[in-house]
C-alpha cells in the first residue's frame, strides 16, 4: 500500500515557476513508477509526466515538454514535478500517482494539489 500526499501548489502568474512535491509512504516507493496528471475544470484527468524507479527514464507531455522536469528522490520517498514558464492552460488539479509495474495504469493516487496561472 502506497499514500501519496502532494504538496507545493498555488496562483502564480504566467511565466513564474512552481515545483510540485508528492511524499510517499510505503516501504517500496523505490520500486515504484511515478506519475503527474492533471485535470482542468470541465476536462479529463491528462497525463503529465512519468519517471522510472531509478531515475533513469523520464516522459512528458508534449504541451509540458521542455518546461517541466519531473525528478524523484528514493532516499526522501519524494517525488517532484518542477514546473517553468507557466501558461494559463497549466490551470489544473494536480495529482501525483504511482504504479507498481513498467506499464499499465497507476494503482495509487493522491488528492491533488491546485495550481492556478494567471494571464
Known amino acids: 500500500q502506497v499514500q501519496l500526499v502532494e504538496s507545493g501548489g498555488g496562483l502564480v502568474q504566467a511565466g513564474d515557476s512552481l515545483r510540485l512535491s508528492c511524499a510517499a509512504s510505503g516501504r517500496t516507493f523505490s520500486t515504484y513508477t511515478m506519475g503527474w496528471f492533471r485535470q482542468a475544470p470541465g476536462k479529463e484527468r491528462e497525463f503529465v509526466a512519468t519517471i522510472s524507479w531509478s531515475g533513469g527514464s523520464t516522459y512528458y507531455a508534449n504541451s509540458v515538454k521542455g518546461r517541466f522536469t519531473i525528478s524523484r528522490d528514493n532516499g526522501k520517498k519524494t517525488v517532484y514535478l518542477q514546473m517553468n514558464s507557466l501558461k494559463p492552460e497549466d490551470t489544473a488539479v494536480y495529482y501525483c500517482?504511482?504504479?507498481?509495474?513498467?506499464?499499465?495504469?497507476?494503482?495509487?493516487w493522491g488528492q491533488g494539489t491546485q495550481v492556478t496561472v494567471s494571464s
Open positions: 500517482a504511482a504504479r507498481a509495474g513498467i506499464a499499465g495504469s497507476f494503482d495509487y
